[in-house]
Structures are given as structure tokens and as C-alpha cells.
């Protein structure tokens, strides 16, 4: 192995030379000085570190060359960083209202969208995001949209990259909680959601001793229709699956396109109760050696689904009986080790790579093995619902032993592998052809998932690996007993991984992220006409143009027309009585690249983002009296703090 030292010794020689000959030289002492190396030195920096500045710094005005869309966990949003340099681009408000887009403040939209996304009767508040998944055409990420499921109540969010505002959420009452989406399909015909902890599915409720008879797994192909733009809720289906607890799902592409490939835990169907002597969760649900992958095929399943009767409808949502599944071939089982996380299918499609989380190997399936033996119908059982079971020996290409409690696993474009390893805290590289572990780096700490350049198309770029840390202990100043998770950006470029960077990310647990190439995203700079309406992606019939500026009142409703340029509001005034319904229709009439405005109104909680050319709706009941300021709440201009005006309430009787 070359010494990495030597290398980095060399590069280091390199930037100080280079500094020197374009003039950075010494010019003071270490103190106030743009000598590289002195500084280097006085800020005691290696020059691995120095290399690794080289190699994130961007100057202002350059951009990324990357753009990773990171779940935001339990903050129920989704995260917009450049890559290399892991600048914090954006925060988009998802499943949780968020008051700088305006995003669950008043506008009439996102009101309607949230409202139309709770569960159970209740309104939700908040999301559990976990994997974000961005369309795809040909099995690459074409950057037109993106998805992201909610673990907690299981939804699937559809985002457009146009402006990267969630367009649609869609529930599932037929799951208790999701975790194997979102995933797509290489030419987005479906995004992929699977439930996790089963739930019974036919009757509302069952209580545990009914767990095998009446509790199931499920798995929804939500259809998309990329011509509207959103999620097509009648063309979906679901799938019903035994009542193991599913997880990490993939979608096949090349030769194993149309099949979808689904992880489970809890074959043991273990119930717990702790408290009742019972063996935990914890122990019941990881006895058995190997667990369950489930080979779905996707392609059929929408062919039966469409045909009569092959369905049943549950929550207003159509679902494949599991005999059905069986009896139309739509359903396989293989085992794989020991509570397996990640199922990750190669670039090439050949492959499907699952790692057993109580297990130190990865377990490489070959495709064309399983796929042979489904067309051979060699199965070596059922399970006890009845579905086939392939042979575990005859259906692998091989297993390698990569470390401690292995999690996820991500490509590169030299035919190489990426492993987190949750209890040995590092990534293990090894690669497919030999089969063979090549390197390994500490992370910190106790990684989840890994991200790669363009990682789950058929063609990843390599260049570069985002570790998403749960722990960070040590990494960041101390700031209370709740810390920040870690991504730690590594270089893969060379032969030896290279640690560059260490962000800390303090909205919540990141869980997997997706990388694109920043020029395959095409974002409005500002609203295509004026008078837009984000909803839609069109005009909006709520437009106010200048001149078309009023307040009209029909019985107990004051419709207030509204635009908003630097400085002003017009009109400034809005008066009503106390108990009146209040419609306000504001558009920013402005064209200018990043002229936003806010609408704030005081003590009425509502905010409003207003980009250019944007046209929203507050709609609120005027139920107290008195004079309440509104004011934009960005700062748009030298008289940005001019730009207010007075809401009168005035008391009843
Ligand atoms: S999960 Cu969190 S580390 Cu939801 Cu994909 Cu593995
Ligand atoms: Cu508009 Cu501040």
C-alpha cells in the first residue's frame, strides 16, 4: 500500500509551491499572514487537512458541482447541501410546517395539503423522513422531482426540483409505518413504499394474540404521472405481504428491471410484552439465523392488478391479496441473514447486496441465479402463508466478510462497493470483481447510511461518499446533552479514502441522502409569469396584476386584492369588523431575481413567503378586535421595514 502520508506530503509541498508562485507567499509573519504553510502550522493543521481544504473550499460566487437531497429525520424535511463543499443550501419544508417558505402559516395551499395529510382523524405536525428518492428516466436521476417517505405516519411527499416546494402527500391507512420508500422504479413508473411494523390489515383491530392471523405487511406502488406532476392515487395499488416487519426495498434495473426487492426482520413474528414475562422485541424478533428478502415482481403486479377481481379494497386504496400474489407468481422469498437492513441492487442490475446487521458479512445475490430458479419453480418450501421460498446456496454469488453490524451499501463507477458498518463505526470498501474487502476508514461515529455521486443510477460517478453519522461525541463544540449527527464527506477518487470534510446537521437524524449532478437541475430563478401559482404550476386565477389593487365586501367577507413591490403593500390598509371572514390574495409583481417578500400579520399566526412573480391566499376569521400591524418579513430593501401596513379589527356592537 502507498503511504498515504507521503501523498498528502507531496500535495501539501504542492499548495504551498503553488501559493508561493501566484504571489500568496509570505508576505507577514504566521500571525496576519497569507503564507499557507505558516498558517497551516500556527493553526497546527496537517497537511491532510490542508489537502482536504483544497478540496471543499469554494470562493464565493462558485458552485458545487454536486447537490445532495439529505432526509431531515425527524423534522420531517428534506435538506439541500453542495457537495464538496457541504454549504447548507436549503431546508424544504415537507411533512412539518416550517415559517420561512411560509410553508403551514396561512396560505390557503399548503393549508389545504397538510390538512389533506393527516391520519387517524388527526391533523400531523411532523414527519420521520428516512430516504429521499429523485426521479428517475433510463435509470439515471433525471433532477425533475423528488420523494421522501414519512416512517412515522406513512406518507409519501412528492417535491417538485422546478422550486423545490412539496407539491403532495400521500396516506396510507393501510400501514401502520413505513420504511422500504421512498424508492423508484428507473423510469419513475412507480415510487415504491413498503410498511414496517404490521398492523392488521383486514379488520381494524386485532389485538397481538391474533398476530399471525390477522396482522400483515404491505407494499404500495404508488403510480406516478410525470405529465401531472403528481402521484396518480387511483392507477396505485398495494401488494399484501405476511406479517414480518419489512424494510430497506430496491428497485431492479437492467436485467432485473420490473422486480422489486424488499428486506425483512421479525420472520420469528415475535410479539413481545416485556412486561409480561415475554422475551422483548429486541431478543424475539432476532432468534432465527436468516430472515426473509421478498423478490416482487412490480410489472406483473400492475398488469393483475388491473384485471377484474384480482383486488380487494381496503381504505378506499386496492390491494393485491397475498393468495393472489402467490398464484400469479407475483411473490418470492429468500432468505438472508440475521436481521438484514440495507438490500441494494448493483448498477449493472445483476446483483442485490443485503447486509445482516447481526451478521459481518455482505450476502451478494446474483439475479440471474434467482431469477432462474423462480422460471424452474426450484423452491425449497413455503413459508407458512404459502409463499415459495428459493434456495438460500444455490441463488448467491457470494458472501464477504466486511465488519461489524454492516448497514447500507453504495456503488462507485470502478465496479466498487461501499459498506457502512454501524459497530465498528467505519466504511469498508471492497469491490465485486475479485470479490474482496480493498480499504477501510474510521467515521464518527456509528454510521446509517452512505450517500455516492449519483450512487443508485446505473451509472454512480464515484468522486465522492457522505457518511451519515448518528453519533458525533467528540467531533463538535459541546452544545447540551443533544447533539448534532455527523455527514463526513470522504473522497473515493483515489485508491485509499480520504476523509474531507465533517458537517454537523442539527435538525434532526439524517437517514439516507441522494446525490445528483448540479447541472442535471433546471430551478425556476423566479416565477415563470406573474401572478404563478406554486399549487398548480401555473396562473393562478387569484392573480392580482398592478391596477387590479382593492377590498370588496360581500356580507360577512372582505376579499382583499393585494400585490406587493419594493417598498410597499398595496393597499396598506385592511379594515373589517370584528367575526369577519378575511380572503387575502397577494402577488408579488416583481421579476427580479431573489426579490421576496413576507406577509406577516401579528399575533394571527400568519407568514407568508411570496417569491417573484408568486401569487398566494390567506383565508383566516378576524376574531379579535383591535389594530395589528403587518409587516414583510423579508428584508427586501434599504425601506424594507416601511413595508407594513395595519390590519383594523374593529369591535363588534
Ligand atoms: S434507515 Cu436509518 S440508518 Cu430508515 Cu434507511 Cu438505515
Ligand atoms: Cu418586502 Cu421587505
Known sequence: MRSKRYLWALTFTAVVAVAAVVGLGSCAGPGGSSDVGAIARARGLTEADVVAAVKTYQ???????????????????????????????????????????????????HQEMLAGAGMAGHDLSWGDSHHP??????????GEFLFINDKANPRIALIDLRDFETKQIVTNENMGTNHGGAFVTPNTEYVIEAA??????????????????????????WKFDREAGRIDEGRSFSIELPPYWHDLSDAGKGPSFGWVFLNSFNTEMATGGVE???????????????????????????????QRGMTRTRNGRRIIPIEVAIEQGLLYLVPEPKSPHGADVTPDGRFVVVSGKLDPTVTIYSWEKMKQAIDAGSFTGH??????????ASVIEGQLEVGLGPLHTQFDDKGCAYTSIFLDTKV????????????????HYNVGHLATAEGDTKSPDGKYLVAMNKWSLDRFNEVGPLLPQNFQLIDIEGDEMQLLYDMPIGIGEPHYAQIIKADKLEAFRVYPEVGWSPATMSLSSDAVLAGQEGVSRRGNTVTVRMTAIRSHFNPEYIRVREGDRVIIHITNIEQAFDATHGFGISKYNINLSIEPGEAQTVEFVADKAGVFPFYCTEFCSALHLEMMGYLLVEPRG
Open 59 to 109: 470562493p464565493t460566487g462558485k458552485f458545487d458541482e454536486y447537490i445532495m437531497f439529505g432526509s431531515g429525520g425527524h423534522s420531517g424535511q428534506v435538506v439541500v447541501i453542495g457537495v464538496p463543499s457541504m454549504r447548507l443550501l436549503k431546508v424544504i419544508a415537507v411533512f412539518t410546517p416550517e415559517p420561512w417558505q411560509g410553508y403551514g402559516y396561512g396560505s390557503v395551499d
Open 133 to 142: 428518492a429523485l426521479s428517475e428516466t433510463d435509470g439515471d436521476y433525471d
Open 196 to 221: 414496517q411494523y404490521s398492523i392488521p390489515l383486514w379488520t381494524d383491530y386485532a389485538d397481538e394474540s391474533r398476530y399471525q392471523e390477522d396482522y400483515r405487511g404491505l407494499v404500495t406502488l
Open 276 to 306: 409480561d414475562g415475554n422475551p422483548p422485541f429486541e431478543s424475539g424478533a432476532s432468534q432465527n439465523d436468516m430472515d426473509y428478502m421478498h423478490i416482487i415482481n412490480w410489472e406483473k403486479a400492475a398488469e393483475v392488478a388491473a
Open 383 to 392: 413459508d407458512s402463508y404459502g409463499v415459495p421460498i428459493l434456495d438460500f
Open 428 to 443: 469498508t470498501k471492497w469491490c465485486l470483481d475479485p470479490l474482496e474487502v480493498v480499504d477501510d476508514i474510521s467515521v
